[in-house]
């Protein structure tokens, strides 16, 4: 367009001329941690969306204050990032660091400032429950027994020690929870207790229990799970089961046999036959 003025659409809308900054003229790009603007927004994200610093203030809401605690609640972070990245949670004023009673090393708890960052986790944590569906690179068997073992309420469980293996389809890992109280203790190797309960399950299906999308009762009644022990005990596993502090705020679901898949409950299913070439 000749002339120095702004080009105008056929619509009578002025168009402004965008130019993309060379990355001579914008080195800050270079930096994913830092925006280089003196926005609250900008500033906050660059500590609250590094990665993994929610997930840090999740394992220390959940009164995990030790090391070796948050770090295997984390599970697939490294030693050396963690502690890198408790250190910059330090430098910014949201953690702050206490002598360790029981030995060597220190806790980690949330100041005032980090208090208040952490009421963001939750809330991130009930929109992630209520706007986001579950895929299948979402499941972990490991962390599922992790976060099972973690939220047990011992009131809840069987009087007597009670010994449940867990076995999830297509997975050669198999994991037993031993059930005592205050004391229970989760196992990657046969306790040699003996089996009170053996529990046989779909992995989704079981995360989906977890995290209050669908009944226990629903999933066996599909053929997802299958409990064998003992009447009495297969009857109580629905009561001890633990579910996930955002099972409030869970969508429900529902199993379609037709798709084999999960759905919203109330979601429409196309049921149109599908042909399944061989592969």
């Known amino acids: 367009m000749a002339g120095g ?16 900054a060379s990355p001579e003229a914008a080195p800050q790009n270079e930096a994913v941690s830092e925006y280089g603007q003196f926005c609250p927004i900008a500033r906050a994200s660059e500590i609250f969306a590094e990665r993994w610093t929610p997930l840090i203030l999740r394992e220390i809401l959940a009164g995990r204050h030790h090391f070796s605690e948050i770090l295997k609640g984390l599970h697939r ?12 949670l330090e430098r910014a004023g949201v953690l702050q660091t206490g002598p360790n009673p029981s030995g060597r090393g220190a806790t980690y708890h949330l100041t005032d400032a980090g208090a208040r960052l952490a009421e963001l986790v939750k809330e991130l944590g009930v929109w992630g429950q209520q706007w986001l569906e579950l895929r299948r690179d979402h499941l972990d068997a490991d962390f599922l027994m992790w976060k099972i073992f973690t939220h047990l309420a011992p009131e809840k469980l069987p009087l007597r020690r009670c010994v449940v293996r867990f076995e999830f389809h297509g997975e050669s890992k198999q994991y037993w929870l031993v059930l005592r109280g205050r004391d229970s203790d989760l196992c990657y190797s046969d306790p040699c207790f003996g089996d009170d309960l053996v ?15 669908i009944e226990v009762h629903d999933a066996r009644r599909a053929g997802l799970l299958e409990i064998e022990g003992p009447r009495e005990l297969v009857r109580g596993f629905a009561q001890w089961f633990p579910r996930s502090r955002f099972a409030p705020y869970a969508q429900r679901v529902q199993y379609e046999l037709s798709t084999r898949s999960f759905t919203r409950a109330g979601q429409v299913v196309d049921r149109t036959p599908v042909a399944i070439g061989r592969t």
């Open 5 to 20: 003025g702004p080009a105008t659409t056929e619509n009578g809308v002025v168009a402004t001329k965008f130019v993309l």
């Open 77 to 88: 972070i490294s030693p050396s990032t963690l502690g890198e990245r408790l250190r910059s």
């Open 199 to 213: 529990v046989r399950a779909d992995l989704e299906a079981m995360t989906r229990i977890h995290l209050g999308e």
